[in-house]
């Protein structure tokens, strides 16, 4: 099977039925772009800089009303480039998946108190486990589209966050509400204990198709927040607004996927062992009274801050090069100075123990076969995420290995027996140009082009009071109508009682009733003065509206739904109010056909 284009607009050509059933449930749907490290993936933790690049690969979160009974998760699935096809997975079953709800819904509590989480449906075109952000990503959705829902911020607040600057971005209160509880969404997914730096929701939040910089402080401030900052390249260096890129690009899946919190775990193990290494040292030249103050740091804290500097410091190298190839154009120098910084930060991560032998295979193979090619540049590879497993990034000189990747990765695969897969390069799929962004919102007529023709956009006003918004194929509709209390369909001046339709015997005028009770839901609880009606016989006298739209209407709830409808008259004939207050019945009204 040939490889399908790593971009959101081959996925959906490439797979359409997916993407119907997560537009066609969803009120709103929010996207966010996944991103890989070019460089930093501990010095960010210890104060050095993160520079990210955003993919062409997104995560989209749809929102729907929650049912009672029924998941907070509808399903989640994501894409696996090397078996060309979306996995399912069961409601709960992706790792983090219980803590982020569990999250959310404390958060709700603090911030809607009463509030119910709404329902969501989750599908990632970044696979997990493979350092391109996934977790990152799916939490800058999460926030958007929450926050969305809970009508604490706009569609219009959302959409300019990804093409505000960053100067002005990092005192926006819209931006920090999304970041701020999408950077405690990833280190929850991560195990928690702040063991996300932040850069990952950081760059998904924000649209750039240069790298994106990033620096959090060592330590929380007083007030137990970590400070942050971060800004686009082109910011940065008053760059073009878009580069002609003088390198070529790719991520190699190196044959596993691992849990970032897992990696971490080792981490800690890892900083122990070196930690005891170095002190049964120390105590043998102590033992033989040798002066060294300098030779290391007096705390272990301080000991793995120093072994950090080699990583941060090629982490500004890593940019300056950058700065060099974008500002003034292609050199050889800036080329070679690039690459070698990105070797030496995969030599460095190596030492600590967070490649593996997999991934060094393939960095050294790919530097080895570029200069096979008698390519003076030669190349950069390096683990990218937290590390062990995942994906291996590879940068070259333009055109360097386009004419042999895949021949190169098929012979890695004979040698090793791994399953090795090209993720992503930067010449076949392009690059992104957005951040978070809103794809639907129902509330706000914004439609997805996955809603199909004949799609019907249907109100529902549960017995609470709530009013919540979906789409249904015409299908789902006739399946679902049956459970439905009372439906009411304007274009066909229609009314169903638990998929019943109401003949002229039982209802005088369907239209008439319509109209009146589509009124009467958007005032719901209100007494609304029949001089507000629609003038008409029957809103004109009290008698009138009881007897022929009342009266019918209530008696055909009660015998084929056994329910009261609540909905009453009250004052004289010719100035009355009408009130229908909630509880009693379930409605559905048809707004729209498409």
Same mark, same amino acid.
């Given at each position: 099977m040939p490889r399908i284009t790593a971009n959101s607009a081959s996925l959906k050509k490439a797979f359409p039925q997916e993407y119907r059933d997560l537009f066609s449930r969803s009120e709103i749907v929010c996207s966010a772009p996944g991103n890989f490290y070019w460089s930093g993936e501990y010095a960010v933790r210890y104060g050095g800089i993160g520079i990210k690049q955003n993919l062409p690969l997104r995560t989209y979160v749809g929102v729907e009303a929650p049912k009672p009974g029924k998941p907070e998760i509808?399903?989640?699935?994501?894409?696996?480039?090397?078996?060309?096809?979306?996995?399912?997975?069961?409601?709960? *079953?992706?790792?983090?998946?219980?803590?982020?709800?569990?999250?959310?819904?404390?958060?709700?509590?603090?911030?809607?108190?009463?509030?119910?989480?709404?329902?969501?449906?989750?599908?990632?075109?970044?696979? %997990?486990?493979?350092?391109?952000?996934?977790?990152?990503?799916?939490?800058?959705?999460?926030?958007?589209?929450?926050?969305?829902?809970? /009508?604490?911020?706009?569609?219009?607040?959302?959409?300019?966050?990804s093409a505000t600057p960053t100067t002005h971005l990092l005192k926006d209160p819209a931006f920090n509400t999304v970041f701020r509880l999408a950077w405690e969404l990833?280190? &929850?997914?991560?195990?928690?204990?702040?063991?996300?730096?932040?850069?990952?929701?950081?760059?998904?939040?924000?649209?750039?198709?240069?790298?994106?910089?990033?620096?959090?402080?060592?330590?929380?401030?007083?007030?137990?927040?970590?400070?942050?900052?971060?800004?686009?390249?082109?910011?940065?260096?008053?760059?073009?607004?878009?580069?002609?890129?003088?390198?070529? +690009?790719?991520?190699?899946?190196?044959?596993? $996927?691992?849990? &970032?919190?897992?990696?971490?775990?080792?981490?800690?193990?890892?900083? /122990?062992?070196?930690?005891?290494?170095?002190? *049964? @040292?120390?105590?043998?030249?102590?033992?033989?009274? @040798? %002066?060294?103050?300098?030779?290391?740091?007096?705390?272990q804290e301080e000991l793995w801050r120093s072994l950090m500097w080699e990583p941060k410091i090629f982490s500004l190298v890593t940019l300056a090069a950058f700065k060099n190839l974008f500002a003034h154009g292609f050199s050889e120098n800036a080329l070679k100075k690039l690459f070698k910084s990105i070797n030496i930060v995969q030599r460095s991560l190596s030492f600590i123990d967070v490649s593996s032998h997999i991934i060094d295979y393939l960095c050294l193979t790919l530097e080895r076969e570029t200069i096979k090619?008698?390519?003076?540049?030669?190349?950069?590879?390096?683990?990218?995420?937290?590390?062990? *497993?995942?994906? !291996?990034? +590879?940068?070259?000189?333009?055109?360097?290995?386009? =004419?042999?990747?895949? $021949?190169?990765?098929?012979?890695?695969?004979?040698?090793?027996?791994? =399953?090795?897969?090209? =993720?992503?390069?930067?010449?076949? =799929?392009?690059?992104?140009?957005?951040? @978070?962004?809103?794809?639907? *919102?129902? $509330?706000e007529g914004i439609y997805s082009e996955f809603i199909s023709r004949g799609a019907l956009?249907?109100?529902?006003?549960?017995?609470?009071?709530?009013?919540?918004?979906?789409?249904?194929?015409?299908?789902?509709?006739?399946?679902?109508?049956?459970?439905?209390?009372? !439906?009411?369909?304007?274009?066909?001046h229609k009314i169903y009682l638990a998929g019943k339709h109401l003949t002229s015997r039982e209802l005088r005028s369907a239209s008439a009733t319509i109209e009146l009770l589509r009124i009467l839901l958007a005032r719901l609880g209100q007494p609304v003065p029949n001089k507000e009606l629609p003038t008409s016989s029957y809103t004109a006298d009290r008698n009138e509206l009881q007897s022929k739209i009342i009266t019918p209407l209530s008696h055909a709830v009660q015998k084929h739904l056994k329910a009261d409808l609540n909905l009453k008259v009250s004052g004289p004939i010719r100035n009355f109010t009408v009130t229908l207050a909630p509880g009693g019945v379930d409605f559905y009204v048809i707004d729209k056909v498409f």
């Open positions: 509808n399903s989640i699935q994501y894409y696996i480039p090397s078996k060309r096809s979306f996995a399912r997975h069961p409601a709960g *079953s992706l790792p983090g998946t219980k803590k982020i709800l569990s999250h959310l819904k404390g958060y709700l509590a603090k911030a809607s108190p009463g509030a119910r989480l709404p329902a969501f449906t989750i599908l990632m075109e970044v696979p %997990p486990g493979c350092g391109l952000s996934a977790s990152a990503s799916l939490a800058a959705s999460l926030s958007a589209a929450l926050h969305l829902y809970l /009508k604490k911020l706009t569609v219009s607040e959302i959409n300019r966050l990833e280190d &929850t997914i991560h195990g928690g204990g702040r063991a996300s730096s932040g850069i990952g929701p950081f760059a998904s939040l924000n649209a750039s198709i240069y790298p994106i910089i990033y620096l959090r402080e060592p330590r929380p401030a007083t007030g137990g927040d970590f400070r942050f900052w971060g800004i686009k390249m082109e910011e940065l260096f008053s760059l073009a607004h878009k580069p002609s890129w003088p390198i070529d +690009f790719g991520l190699i899946y190196s044959g596993d $996927a691992g849990e &970032t919190s897992a990696i971490i775990a080792g981490f800690e193990s890892i900083k /122990k062992a070196i930690e005891e290494d170095l002190a *049964s @040292v120390k105590r043998d030249f102590e033992r033989h009274q @040798v %002066p060294m103050p300098e030779l290391y740091p007096s705390e090619l008698h390519d003076i540049h030669g190349a950069g590879a390096k683990l990218t995420g937290r590390g062990k *497993s995942g994906d !291996v990034l +590879f940068a070259v000189a333009y055109h360097g290995l386009r =004419d042999t990747i895949d $021949a190169l990765i098929a012979r890695m695969r004979r040698e090793t027996g791994e =399953d090795f897969y090209l =993720d992503y390069a930067s010449w076949l =799929d392009g690059f992104e140009e957005e951040g @978070v962004k809103v794809e639907q *919102s129902l $509330a956009e249907i109100r529902h006003v549960n017995r609470q009071g709530t009013s919540s918004t979906r789409l249904y194929s015409v299908e789902q509709f006739n399946e679902d109508k049956p459970a439905m209390d009372v !439906v009411f369909d304007p274009a066909k």
